[in-house]
């Protein structure tokens, strides 16, 4: 008898991790092993060598495929080096369209390390199917979208975007880590390719770093598994075993997370002194109806651009009492931060101007505190921001 399908909540606690066989353990092991006896040459029990293949990074590969709803994942020492490792799949001369509203390291590895190695790549606001196909060119064999996307919080229409990446002959990879599987299965949607940064929401409590792909397509998954092994960018097993414990909570922590960022994203947007306010749960966001149609929240990513000078934001940003002043995104605590220096400072500011990524826009991760607590210190650090 076939069994029925699991939900999203039961598959996060229980996918990819059975009780350990040796002594009924009901958390996954850390393997603190880099190499495996075996019986004779060639002759072992499925695992010969740590960086090749490992028990506590495959419990994670198919939890994070199951959360995705996909057959196969890859885990990787960072969001980076999953992100490097697509690329890498890629061959001299390709053409890669990307979109230009996209994490700073993201730009930086496109065109300061593979542009080196004759990989071409164009920037396009992917929010408008037709420019993601006037872009395209007879070279080009990938699409690169961020949806939401970091910082501006856009909305691509990934359904559409996979029809014309399709109809010629081309793969698109999703960048779902603003979402998270929670909120968004790309998959699902069309795409061919799911990246994370395990960092962030999958980990969720900012004390572990990695990456991930998920696929559904067997001949790409034994290439990125090739170059999973050859490059060795691969997590450790203590991170897995942290992203495997981040995951069993997300549902949880994701429904807060959107919950306290509707509220702060709604206060914004009434406050005297902010100019705007792009978060996709408000309904005067571009992409507030899209978002409806391919996500099941809105996500705890915020941005906003405060009215005055830089001075003045940069001033806000550092007077705040229970947001933090921090790079990255996606753990319980709220953090707060300037994308112009900090996140995006590898982006040059005429490029990021030209896509509107102003030099005052603010950046929140919103956490799971108490959200008063939250909206009192905004409040806070907007008026002690006045000059």
Same mark, same amino acid.
């Given at each position: 008898?076939?069994?029925?399908?699991?939900?999203?909540?039961?598959?996060?606690?229980?996918?990819?991790?059975?009780?350990?066989?040796?002594?009924?353990?009901?958390?996954?092991?850390?393997?603190?092993?880099?190499?495996?006896?075996?019986?004779?040459?060639?002759?072992?029990?499925?695992?010969d060598y740590a960086r090749?293949?490992?028990?506590?990074?495959?419990?994670?590969?198919?939890?994070?495929?199951?959360?995705?709803?996909?057959?196969?994942?890859?885990?990787?020492?960072?969001?980076?080096?999953?992100?490097?490792?697509?690329?890498?799949?890629?061959?001299?001369?390709?053409?890669?369209?990307?979109?230009?509203?996209?994490?700073?390291?993201?730009?930086?590895?496109?065109?300061?390390?593979?542009?080196?190695?004759?990989?071409?790549?164009?920037?396009?606001?992917?929010?408008?199917?037709?420019?993601?196909?006037?872009?395209?060119?007879?070279?080009?064999?990938?699409?690169?979208?961020?949806?939401?996307?970091?910082?501006?919080?856009?909305?691509?229409?990934?359904?559409?975007?996979?029809?014309?990446?399709?109809?010629?002959?081309?793969?698109?990879?999703?960048?779902?880590?603003?979402?998270?599987?929670? /909120?968004?299965?790309?998959?699902?949607?069309?795409?061919?390719?799911? +990246?994370? !940064?395990?960092?962030?929401? =999958? *980990? #969720?409590?900012?004390?572990?770093?990695?990456?991930?792909?998920?696929?559904?397509?067997?001949?790409?998954?034994?290439?990125?598994?090739?170059?999973?092994?050859?490059?060795?960018?691969?997590?450790?097993?203590?991170?897995?075993?942290?992203?495997?414990?981040?995951?069993?909570?997300?549902?949880?922590?994701?429904?807060?997370?959107?919950?306290?960022?509707?509220?702060?994203?709604?206060?914004?947007?009434?406050?005297?002194?902010?100019?705007?306010?792009?978060?996709?749960?408000?309904?005067?966001?571009?992409?507030?109806?899209?978002?409806?149609?391919?996500?099941?929240?809105?996500?705890?990513?915020i941005s906003f651009e405060?009215?005055?000078? /830089?001075?003045?934001?940069?001033?806000?940003?550092?007077?705040?009492? +229970?947001? !933090?002043?921090?790079?990255? =995104? *996606? #753990?319980?605590?709220?953090?707060?931060?300037?994308?112009?220096?900090?996140?995006?400072?590898?982006?040059?500011?005429?490029?990021?101007?030209?896509?509107?990524?102003?030099?005052?826009?603010?950046?929140?991760?919103?956490?799971?505190?108490?959200?008063?607590?939250?909206?009192?210190?905004?409040?806070?650090?907007?008026?002690?921001?006045?000059?």
């Open positions: 008898m076939k069994e029925p399908k699991r939900r999203f909540a039961t598959e996060a606690v229980h996918a990819g991790q059975e009780p350990d066989p040796a002594t009924g353990a009901i958390m996954t092991p850390v393997y603190l092993t880099s190499t495996y006896v075996q019986q004779g040459p060639g002759q072992h029990k499925g695992f090749t293949v490992h028990p506590t990074r495959l419990a994670l590969e198919r939890n994070l495929a199951a959360l995705e709803g996909g057959r196969f994942g890859l885990c990787f020492s960072s969001g980076m080096a999953a992100t490097s490792t697509l690329i890498q799949a890629l061959e001299s001369g390709d053409h890669v369209v990307a979109g230009n509203d996209l994490y700073g390291g993201t730009y930086r590895v496109f065109t300061k390390v593979f542009q080196r190695f004759g990989l071409g790549f164009s920037f396009v606001d992917s929010t408008d199917v037709k420019s993601v196909e006037r872009a395209l060119t007879p070279k080009t064999r990938l699409i690169w979208i961020e949806t939401p996307s970091n910082p501006m919080l856009r909305i691509t229409d990934i359904r559409r975007t996979a029809e014309l990446a399709h109809s010629k002959g081309i793969k698109l990879a999703i960048d779902n880590t603003f979402a998270s599987p929670a /909120l968004q299965t790309p998959l699902a949607l069309g795409a061919d390719f799911v +990246v994370h !940064s395990t960092t962030k929401y =999958l *980990g #969720g409590h900012s004390d572990v770093v990695g990456g991930c792909i998920v696929t559904n397509d067997e001949e790409w998954h034994q290439k990125l598994k090739f170059l999973q092994n050859a490059v060795g960018a691969v997590p450790g097993p203590l991170d897995c075993f942290l992203v495997l414990r981040g995951t069993k909570t997300l549902p949880l922590r994701m429904s807060k997370h959107c919950q306290n960022a509707m509220a702060v994203a709604e206060h914004l947007l009434k406050h005297p002194e902010i100019a705007k306010v792009h978060y996709p749960g408000l309904t005067q966001h571009p992409g507030h109806a899209l978002a409806r149609t391919q996500m099941c929240g809105f996500g705890g990513m405060l009215k005055g000078d /830089l001075e003045r934001a940069k001033r806000m940003i550092s007077g705040t009492k +229970v947001f !933090s002043l921090a790079e990255s =995104l *996606g #753990g319980v605590e709220s953090l707060i931060g300037h994308p112009a220096s900090m996140t995006h400072g590898s982006i040059p500011r005429e490029e990021r101007i030209k896509y509107g990524l102003v030099d005052g826009l603010i950046r929140l991760s919103v956490g799971i505190e108490d959200v008063q607590d939250l909206v009192e210190d905004l409040d806070q650090a907007i008026a002690q921001s006045r000059a």
